[in-house]
């Protein structure tokens, strides 16, 4: 049973995807409550069928909406009092056109989706932290944001600035007792990505499960010396 008054208060967004599933199901398994948020109500009802609703919140919303994230937060804040952990997982890949050839949509919808979105989500749910001084903000970037690749310049540039978001925000958060990391996965082993490389060796990338793990580490008190690190997850 859940204690409302000790238990730990986690917001994950992207919340009904391979990753998210893994990372509620470890924050579960901890007894925390959870603020699981996505796109569409839908997607988590389906995925999150016998959550209790009593103790956890269920919310759709739009992460690169300052508006809806606003919203969002004031609910979370309205039940939970507090916020000890924001995981942000929500964001998009696609492979793209050649530089030379890059849309301006194609560039618009992957800066929105992997940038933007962490300033939307940061500027809703952290000065509750800043309030609070404690706090702990986990993103999810990409091993490939070291290095431009071709057909996916939109993509890696889109996480390459989120690598440099959440290190400006370390930096600006730490003096107030809130630590601010991301994982940076290589492939991770998940339905879409078997469907989309069927040639490829799942056994090369990195499980769920592990990169939840290393989520769940980058949210508690043993990450405390760490201030924008971008820990690599390669299988």
């Keep these: 049973m859940i204690d409302p008054n000790t238990s730990r208060h986690v ?24 603020a699981l948020l996505d796109h569409r109500m839908e997607h988590i009802v389906n995925v999150f069928p016998g959550l209790d609703n009593s103790q956890h919140l269920l919310l759709e919303a739009d992460v690169t909406s300052v508006e809806s994230m606003g919203e969002v937060a004031g609910r979370i804040l309205a039940a939970f009092k507090h916020v000890d952990a924001l995981v942000h997982i929500a964001g998009g890949f ?6 030379h050839a890059l849309s301006r949509a194609a560039w618009d919808r992957m800066m929105n989706l992997n940038a933007w979105s962490f300033v939307a989500v940061s500027q809703a749910l952290v ?94 008190p043993a990450a405390a010396a760490l201030h924008g690190q971008h820990l690599t997850l390669d299988a």
């Design 94 to 99: 696609e492979m793209g056109e050649e530089v």
């Design 127 to 220: 000065p509750s932290m800043i309030e609070r001084k404690a706090g702990s903000v986990v993103a999810v970037t990409a091993k490939g944001a070291a290095r431009g690749a071709a057909a996916m310049a939109a993509y890696i540039a889109s996480k390459s600035a989120l690598q440099r978001l959440v290190e400006a925000s370390a930096a600006e958060l730490a003096p107030h007792g809130i630590t601010v990391n991301s994982i940076a996965p290589s492939t991770l082993d998940t339905p879409a990505n078997r469907q989309a490389m069927p040639d490829a060796k799942p056994e090369n990338w990195v499980s769920t499960a592990v990169a939840a793990q290393t989520i769940g580490f980058l949210a508690s």
């Design 11 to 34: 917001v994950v967004t992207g919340a009904a995807g391979a990753l998210g599933r893994a990372v509620v199901q470890h924050f579960l398994d901890q007894g925390a409550r959870i």
